[in-house]
Structure formats: structure tokens, C-alpha cells
């Protein structure tokens, strides 16, 4: 997959794609739904999307929402074969766009696309003026296709960005996962801690969660893929996400002890998907308590996640 980050200046191979068009945070069931029906058209499958997030971009000291940054976003769309992902920012210029210019300067001089999908709550130009109704009309002018996808449904609520927050939010991440069609992950770079987990025998990768919707704090059975470096693979484990309350307050990070892992991991990217939840952060009455609920959560994490399906 190719990245391109502006809609300028763009060569003879990068134009003339199918394309899906949105935020696409998280990637779920909806927004595949959508991508699907940017394949094939005779022309190689794009996504266009947008960083930062426009929610971001208006509301920037508003409370972190986002399920994916823009790196698992990537991996995520790599993985369901999209070609080419225009990741354009969105900036001043951008939102002073009309639906008209936005079409007649992005889709089509930028772009050259061949066809688009959208869902059909969509909305695009100037004060979101205008929506996917709209973007049929403009295309049938410019002489591209616009496909609108229907909302999808699980378990009688709208699959969206909303209910899979709301369900992590809750401490259910099979239920997110549900929506999502694959694992919750949370990708990053390995940064260095304060090594309690280290002392008390349980070395952990720990990553920061920076701009993203806080899950449901406490321990969880987690699958690990190494994503670069030489300990590169996939593994299972316990991660612990908050604040670790037998020591210092401090910023929620999320602490991933591995199985059967022996290694340096700083400095690598790695991708943790949430798979279980296991209990709430818990404050005990000495080190030794500590140590002994930690390996329990460990038996109960490797119990639960051998021979489970991940994606």
C-alpha cells in the first residue's frame, strides 16, 4: 500500500482510483461495508481519509475519542488490500472548501478518481453542507460514480465509531470486537517506564495512549504482534492499562507483560489488541498480594486466549 498526503501534484499512477471516502475510525464492520463497494470498478482500490481527525481538528482540546491514530489506521486498511491511501489533510484550506470545489479540486483535478463510496451519513464541504445525495449529484456533473453505502446493524444498534467506545468504555471488548470484525488494538512505540513490573518479575512493554478514547481501566488478556526489530512476531500475554495505583499517580499507559518472551522491545512499534477483560485496577495491601493477583491474571489470560480466533 502507498500513502499519499495531499491531493496535489500526483502521478499518473496514483490517479484514477476507487476509492472509499471517510474517517474510518476504527475500521469496523460499516466502514468495510463501504470499502467493499469501492473494489473492482476497473481501477485499483483507494481510501481517502483525513488527519488529523476533523473532530480533532475542531474541537482539539475536547477529550481524546479516537479508536485508531493514524499508524493502526494504515495497517488495518493495508490488511483488507487497499492500494493506495490518500491521507489528506485536513487544514484551513480544506474546510473552507465548497462541496463544489472540494469535488472539482480534490476528486477530480487532485485525484482522477474513478468511482466512489461513501456511507450514507456522510457529509462533506464548508460547514458540512452537503451529504452523499449531494456528492451523486456532483458526480454524475464530473463524470464519476458514487456508490452509498447502508448503515449495518448488530444485535438491533447501529454499528459506529460511538457504540464500540461505548462498549469499551464498559469493559467489553468482545462486543467492540464484534462490531469492529477484528481485535480493539491499540499500536505504538515501546517507550521506557518505570520499571516496577520489571522488579516484581513480570517485565512489561509499556506504550503511551495519547489521543485515543480510554477503554475501561484494569487488566486484560491481550494478543501482541511485534510489528519491526528482530523479535518481530505474534504472542499472547497480560496487559495492564491505567494507572497502576500501588505506586505514583501518573497518566494511564498500558503495560503488556508477554508469555515465553525474552528481549528488548524499546524502541519497537507494536500492536496490542484487547481481547478479554479480566477485573478492574485494584489496590492491594503490599507487594507480595500484588505479585500473587498477577499470576492469576496470567493463568486466566493464557487460559482464555489459547485456541482463540484473532484477526
Request: charged fraction near 25%; proline fraction near 5%; glycine fraction near 10%.
Amino acid at each position: 500500500m502507498q500513502t499519499i498526503r495531499h491531493w496535489r501534484n500526483q502521478t499518473e499512477a496514483s490517479r484514477g482510483a476507487s476509492v472509499a471516502m471517510g474517517n474510518f475510525d476504527g475500521v469496523h464492520r460499516g466502514h468495510q461495508s463501504v470499502i467493499d463497494l469501492a473494489r473492482g470498478h476497473g481501477a485499483p482500490l483507494g481510501i481517502i481519509t483525513f488527519e488529523p481527525h476533523p473532530r480533532e481538528y475542531f474541537a482539539p482540546d475536547a477529550p481524546p475519542f479516537r479508536l485508531m491514530n493514524a499508524e493502526a489506521r494504515a495497517n488495518r486498511l493495508e490488511k483488507l488490500g487497499v492500494e493506495w491511501l490518500y491521507e489528506l489533510p485536513f487544514n484551513a484550506e480544506l474546510t473552507a472548501m465548497t462541496p463544489e470545489v472540494f469535488v472539482e479540486e480534490v476528486l477530480v483535478k487532485g485525484l482522477g478518481i474513478a468511482h466512489v463510496a461513501v456511507g450514507g451519513d456522510f457529509r462533506f464541504g464548508k460547514g458540512r453542507a452537503a451529504g452523499a445525495d449531494e456528492l451523486v449529484a456532483l458526480g454524475k456533473k464530473h463524470g464519476f460514480e458514487v456508490t452509498i453505502a447502508p448503515l449495518l446493524h448488530h444485535d438491533g444498534l447501529e454499528v459506529s465509531s460511538t457504540a464500540i467506545r461505548n462498549a469499551l468504555a464498559e469493559g467489553r471488548p468482545e462486543e467492540a470486537n464484534e462490531m469492529l470484525g477484528h481485535l480493539h488494538r491499540i499500536e505504538g512505540a515501546v517507550i521506557h517506564g518505570a520499571k516496577q513490573g520489571r522488579e516484581l518479575g513480570f517485565p512489561t512493554a509499556n506504550m503511551a495512549l495519547e489521543r485515543l478514547h480510554m477503554p475501561r481501566l484494569g487488566v486484560y488478556a491481550v494478543k501482541c504482534d511485534v510489528l519491526n526489530g528482530p523479535h518481530a512476531g505474534s504472542y499472547i500475554g497480560a496487559a495492564n492499562l491505567g494507572i497502576s495505583p500501588m505506586f505514583e499517580d501518573r497518566k494511564p499507559t498500558l503495560e503488556t507483560y508477554l508469555f515465553d518472551f525474552e528481549g528488548d522491545l524499546y524502541g519497537a512499534h507494536i500492536s496490542v489488541a484487547l481481547v478479554f477483560y479480566l477485573r478492574p485496577e485494584m489496590k492491594f495491601s503490599n507487594l507480595d498480594a500484588l505479585i500473587d493477583q498477577m499470576k492469576i491474571d496470567c493463568g486466566r489470560a493464557r487460559e482464555l486466549l489459547v485456541g482463540a480466533h484473532y484477526a
